[in-house]
């Protein structure tokens, strides 16, 4: 999925409304896979802000897989942002690939995926990362000596069998209403387009930038 064709794309080519691509995902996929060309540190790297208490709150997560249905990324379902996405699933994420000058701006409601793309997910894991969806308990105050401690006992308990995907772990997924691709332009006349979704159409046009 996150692995299209190459295209060849300038770094400051210009942008106009005629070449976008209609559909917001397949151009989500194209500048994706330019960054992933370009080897941008870390492109899957996504800011992820919820809301609690009309608080904003960020931090990085991995994208995991996108399609028309949205963006997945996989964290515990106990942690502090799993909190505050189940008081309020508005979120946001953010890419950032300085390489190409590029940013896009997604915006839409988080859903959980379904345990069977979480259980597929967690398989294609490392068992050290199996063992340490266990044994940390995201979000919560603890010392590296009981974490260490809880990485043995995980280990102990699930030597010689596979380990099971937890049922505090697992993915969810942003469902866009909004995207703005941004390119770095000279002289500060960087494009903005904005794809907004209305009544299940995707409306796009221009903004200052
Ligand atoms: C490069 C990078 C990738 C990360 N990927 C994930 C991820 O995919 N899932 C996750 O839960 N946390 C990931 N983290 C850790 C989160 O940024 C964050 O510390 C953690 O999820 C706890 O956030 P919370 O307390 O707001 O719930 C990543 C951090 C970095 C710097």
């Known amino acids: 999925m996150l692995n299209a064709e190459r295209m060849d794309y300038q770094k400051n080519e210009g942008l106009d409304l005629g070449n976008l691509i209609k559909n917001p995902f ?69 890419f950032f690939w300085k390489e190409i000058e590029r940013q896009i701006r997604i915006e839409g409601v988080l859903e959980k995926v379904s ?6 997910y967690f398989k294609t894991r490392p068992r050290e990362s199996q063992i340490g969806a266990w ?6 105050p603890v010392t590296r000596a009981e974490l260490i401690e809880r990485v043995e006992e995980f280990t102990k308990k699930f030597e010689a069998q596979e380990v099971p995907r937890p049922d505090f772990w697992g993915g969810y997924r942003l469902i866009p209403t909004y995207f703005e691709f941004w390119q770095g332009r000279p002289g500060r006349l960087h494009d903005r387009f904005v794809y907004e979704n209305k009544n299940g159409e995707w409306k796009i046009f221009q903004v200052a930038p």
Do not use: C
């Not at 028309?68 to 953010?94: C, D, H, M, P, W």
């Not at 345990?115 to 597929?120: F, G, I, N, P, V």
């Not at 044994?135 to 919560?140: D, E, K, L, M, T």
């Open 26 to 94: 397949e151009q989500f996929e194209h500048w994706f896979q330019f960054a992933v060309d370009a080897d941008a540190f870390y492109a899957n790297a996504m800011t992820l802000s919820t809301v609690q208490n009309e608080k904003p709150k960020s931090r990085i997560v991995l994208l995991k897989d996108v399609d028309e249905r949205g963006f997945s990324f996989f964290t515990n379902y106990t942690s502090a942002k799993s909190q505050e996405i189940v008081e309020n699933k508005n979120a946001s994420l953010l």
């Open 115 to 120: 345990a069977k793309a979480s259980d597929e």
């Open 135 to 140: 044994a940390s308990p995201q979000s919560s």
